[in-house]
């Protein structure tokens, strides 16, 4: 089944300390990318990826960095996490770029106490 | 850079009417504009999207209508249903150019909560 799987689904953690959210996707699609939904927000890009080792800032970038080494796997790091970054976080993927439709992971909801 | 605006925030409609939901962008350059619809607790998934080269799209109960002119979309549900309930995103791109900093961003509406009354 075609897919984007992202892991973990919850998590609570405390400021400070580094994670890491994975995602990994199936299909053989070339762009990757981020986003936090936060209300009456949206769907704010962090970071997307053109291709492997092609990464570039999106709208909000600060206190992640990205990752891809791999085409299929596109992990987001918060090397020190702070309450600000408490989102609904989603990753997603496209065939080719921004001009095709994405598909979305099942989202992570983060909790930054 | 590109910033997209939609309207309204939320929209309560009887079953059976329609529902329209409405989107400016900012920067000519955009090209791409896709509709997403999240059901509470899912992912967003795409239920249509048009491309600057088209003035309408229609699949179904929904359509999309482009004025690159006046540099807005909207979204157009008929015959709406109980199913039809959920909030739903535009969203525009577009290529490296003028407006956008960086290629291949992606910027989405805050989104409109759609509620349908049976």
């Known amino acids: 089944e075609a897919q984007v799987t992202q892991n973990p689904r919850y998590l609570i953690t405390v400021t400070g300390k580094k994670l890491t959210v994975t995602c990994s996707q199936n299909m053989n699609h070339e762009y990757m990318s981020w986003y936090r939904q936060d209300p009456g927000l949206g769907l704010r890009q962090i970071y997307y990826s053109m291709n492997v080792e092609v990464t570039d800032k999106g709208d909000v970038p600060e206190g992640y960095k990205v990752s891809r080494k791999e085409k299929r796997n596109f992990p987001l790091i918060l090397e020190s996490p702070s309450p600000n970054q408490t989102s609904l976080y989603f990753c997603a993927s496209s065939f080719s770029s921004w001009d095709q439709p994405q598909h979305f992971g099942d989202g992570t909801r983060l909790s930054i106490l | 850079g590109e910033n997209v605006e939609q309207h309204p925030s939320t929209l309560s409609v009887q079953e059976g009417d329609s529902a329209v939901i409405k989107c400016t962008y900012s920067?000519?350059?955009?090209?791409?504009f896709p509709w997403y619809k999240q059901e509470l607790g899912k992912r967003p998934q795409l239920i249509i999207d048009?491309?600057?080269?088209?003035g309408e799209k229609k699949d179904q109960r929904i359509a999309v209508t482009l004025n690159k002119t006046a540099k807005h979309f909207s979204l157009h549900i008929t015959e709406t249903q109980p199913e039809d309930s959920a909030v739903y995103f535009c969203?525009?791109?577009?290529?490296?150019?003028?407006?956008?900093?960086?290629?291949?961003?992606?910027?989405f509406g805050s989104g409109t909560r759609l509620s349908i009354r049976p």
């Open positions: 920067d000519s350059a955009s090209n791409y």
């Open positions: 969203a525009a791109s577009g290529p490296l150019g003028a407006g956008y900093s960086s290629a291949s961003k992606i910027i």
């Open positions: 048009i491309r600057s080269n088209v």
